[in-house]
Nanobody
């Protein structure tokens, strides 16, 4: 069973930066997309950023220009560089990898708290 392990969350002041990492415990084949989601208290989980198998990226409007998603295929790792953080970015961040037709892996989540 492949596990996704996230790291890099924490407490940061507004305007600061954090880099989240998500490493798979084993090689995942036929990856379609690697995603970062977030869920703030009382809100639904939302898609923040996506990187496809071809390297195309997409971002939620709320993070465009501030967040960057990237990957290291050799390390089975996906990253989320978060700059110019705002209090409204406070949430639990989850990585997600979709592979093949049915496979859908989730990390355990990492807390990001941005103080004003």
């Amino acid at each position: 069973q492949v596990q996704l392990v996230e790291s890099g969350g924490g407490l940061v002041q507004a305007g600061g930066s954090l880099r989240l990492s998500c490493a798979a415990s084993a090689k995942i084949f036929n990856i379609n997309a690697m995603n970062w989601y977030r869920q703030a208290p009382g809100k639904q989980r939302e898609l923040v950023a996506t990187i496809t198998s071809t390297g195309n990226t997409n971002y939620a409007d709320s993070v465009k220009g501030r967040f960057t998603i990237s990957r290291d295929n050799a390390k089975n790792t996906v990253y989320l560089q978060m700059n110019s953080l705002k209090p409204e970015d406070t949430a639990v961040y989850y990585c997600n990898i979709k592979a093949g037709i049915f496979l859908n892996y989730w990390g355990q989540g990492t807390q990001v708290t941005v103080s004003s």
